[in-house]
Each structure stands twice: as C-alpha cells, then as structure tokens.
C-alpha cells in the first residue's frame, strides 16, 4: 500500500488503532453506567483545553488532557455532593467548555482558528510526532486501567450500592472512570475530532452487545469493532479525501446497523429454543455481562456478598 510510504500516514493509522481500543474500551463501562454521551461532554470541555493550549503556545494535546481531567473530576463533584443532577453538570460541560474554547482561540495569535478544526473533526496530516508520542502514552494508561480493573470498574458501573457493600471503593473508581474516559477523549481527538469522540466510545459497544452477552466477548468485539473503523476510515480518507473522523463515525454506525439485523434472526432462535426447553422469556432482556456481576472482587480478608469471589480470582 502506497500510503505507508507516507511518514504522516504511518502516523495517522497509528493513532487510529490506539483510538480504536481505547475508546470502546472506556465506552462499555459509560455505556453500563447509563453516561453514553459523557465523552461528548468531555470533548466540548477538551475545545477549552486546545484553545489554551493555543494561547500559550503549549502542546493543545496535553492542555486538553488536563482540562478535560479537571471538568471530568468536577462533573463526579458535582453528581456526589450537589443538588443538580448529572445530566445538568453535562450541560455546564457542554456550554462552558464551548464557550471557553471559543474564547480562548479568539484571543490567540491569527491562523489559530484553522489549526482548531483539525481537532473538532480530525485531520491525517496534522498527526505530528509529539502527538504520536502523547497518544502512546495516554493510550496506554487507558488499556491498563479498562484491563487491569475491569472486575471492580464493572461492578461498580453495574450497581454502585453492591460494589460499596462488597468494599470497593467506590468514588475512587467512579473519579477512575470519569479521568480515564477524560483520556481517552484526548486521544481520540487527533483522529475522529473531539465532536464526535463520544460515538467511538459508544456505538461500537452497543453493536457488540448484539452478538454477545458476555462482558469479555462484548469488550472483545466492541475492540475489534473500533479498531476495524478506524483504521478503514483512515485508509479511505486517504485515498477519497475525506474528512477522517465523519468517515469513521459512519462506518461505524454502518456496523452497528449491519450486526443489528444479523443478529435478529438470532436473537428469534434463542427465544424459541428458550421457549421449547421451559425457560423464562425475561432471560432474552438480561443487560449483556450480567453473568459478570457475580464475580466482581471483593477485598482479601473481607468475606463476600451475593457469591462474589475475591480480588485474586
């Protein structure tokens, strides 16, 4: 392929796999947690990030990072202690982020403005090797956090009043989630655009739950589901210029569409051999990786709740 010859292609299909696991990695557990368009807010906080990042003549990658951080850990405030609902600090999100950003390109040096679209929408070209290297690093803060706490992440994104009783910490993985998917926005914004991160964090694992429900092969498929987009949508912006995040975004929501209706006719056998062998229909509904809730850890020396094995299991 012609296009590897490219050094800024090599770049771009980079950070496309990076994008591709790491945003459904965080997106099933926002997507357990009923806070799918979380990465949307934190994307229009991110706009502030990389007008800073701007004005001050500082890397926007790592401006945004910090930024959405902050206003991903402000929004967990918020849902705990005060009286506003969580969807009302989304919406504090959303404008204040917006508006920061806008205010802060207005006042950076001219020629900010075009830079800015390529972070709102992505862009293959302006993939430079210091993003590359921020990427990597954020990317692989992610993998190690979705991986590496996936029982405790799960039970508390499943039921936050079971994992408490089992002795997880529970605001410490929520603050967790909230800084990971804060991440995983930055990462993604290189490639599909900080406006339409949030779809790559969702609709890969809401295909994915057609096939499975699992939890590992929902991760699993969600993963390969993420990583087959990007990439495609890379390549065919490349050779169809094509702005790189709406060709992702598309086909990823053409996966969704095409897993859906493959996995109807299947979904009709399960409920029929269900229904020959005496089952109750109201298992066809249960949330995908529920089987998963029954072995979320609990800490060594505490005892178990509702046959949860412990954190070495």
């Keep these: 392929m012609d296009l590897l010859n490219y050094a800024f292609m090599q770049r771009a299909l980079l950070a496309a ?18 806070q799918a368009l979380m990465g949307d807010g934190i994307g229009h906080v991110a706009m502030t990030g990389v007008g800073l990042g701007f004005l001050l003549s500082w890397s926007p ?44 390109i207005n006042l950076a040096p001219t020629g900010s403005n075009a830079n800015l679209t390529s972070y709102l929408f992505g862009s293959l070209s302006t993939v430079s090797p210091s993003d590359v290297t921020a990427i990597c690093l954020l990317a692989a803060f992610v993998v190690l956090v979705t991986i590496g706490l996936r029982r405790q992440l799960f039970a508390v994104s499943q039921d936050e009043e079971f994992a408490r009783v089992t002795g997880l910490p529970v605001r410490a993985l929520n603050l967790l989630t909230a800084v990971t998917a804060a991440v995983t926005v930055t990462v993604a914004m290189r490639v599909v655009g900080l406006l339409l991160v949030s779809a790559l964090m969702v609709v890969p694992v809401a295909a994915a739950q057609q096939l499975s429900r699992s939890f590992a092969a929902t991760f699993a498929i969600a993963v390969a589901i993420g990583v087959t987009v990007t990439i495609s949508g890379t390549v065919t912006s490349y050779y169809q210029d094509v702005p790189p995040g709406a060709t992702i975004v598309l086909l990823t929501i053409a996966a969704f569409l095409l897993l859906t209706a493959l996995a109807a006719p299947l979904a009709r ?19 995908a990786a529920d089987e998963e809730l029954g072995r979320a850890t609990v800490p060594a020396g505490r005892g178990s709740t509702g046959g949860a094995e412990g954190v070495g299991t």
């Design 61 to 104: 990658v790592w401006m945004a990072t910090l930024v959405s951080v902050v206003g991903s850990v402000l929004m967990e405030l918020i849902r705990w202690y005060g009286r506003t609902r969580g969807d009302i600090a989304l919406a504090m999100l959303f404008y204040g982020g917006m508006a920061g950003g806008v205010m802060f």
């Design 17 to 34: 796999v990076l994008v591709g696991v790491t945003a459904p990695a965080i997106g099933i557990y926002l997507v357990q947690r009923r």
């Design 269 to 287: 056998r399960r409920a029929r051999v269900r229904e020959h062998a005496g089952g109750d229909p109201a298992e066809c509904v249960i949330p």
